[in-house]
Nanobody, 128 residues
Framework: EVQLVESGGGLVQAGGSLRLSCQASGFTFENYAIGWFRQAPGKEREGVSCPNYKNINTYYADFVKGRFTVSSDNAKNTVYLQMNSLKPEDTAVYYC?????????????????????WGQGTQVTVSS
């Protein structure tokens, strides 16, 4: 059974930090690209980060660039999202999602429709 489980969310003051984890199971981890998304109340789900071309580095949305960092531990099938300098507007449910990398290679996308499997999400609340 394919599973993505996010953890690490919580309540933090503006300027603080959180590290989210995305634990994957049930599929071959290295065959998938893992993206991070978020959805605030009343807003559409938006992409936060995804692997760039060749699944080597990470592409970040402009609104988190310089503040958020993605890392991974392939031995643990886990991807992390380190969030620093958090702002109240970062408040949202954060999701990780997995996309099967095509045979011709990964084409970076932050569009939610480009992903096959989703976690249940973890709430991040940033107080002012």
């Amino acid at each position: 059974e394919v599973q993505l489980v996010e953890s690490g969310g919580g309540l933090v003051q503006a300027g603080g930090s959180l590290r989210l984890s995305c634990q994957a199971s049930g599929f071959t981890f290295e065959n998938y690209a893992i993206g991070w998304f978020r959805q605030a109340p009343g807003k559409e789900r938006e992409g936060v980060s995804c692997p760039n071309y060749k699944n080597i580095n990470t592409y970040y949305a402009d609104f988190v660039k310089g503040r958020f960092t993605v890392s991974s531990d392939n031995a643990k099938n886990t991807v992390y999202l380190q969030m620093n300098s958090l702002k109240p507007e970062d408040t949202a449910v954060y999701y990780c999602a997995a996309a099967l990398i095509p045979l011709w290679g990964w084409v970076p996308t932050l569009h939610p429709g480009g992903y096959d499997f989703w976690g249940q999400g973890t709430q991040v609340t940033v107080s002012s």
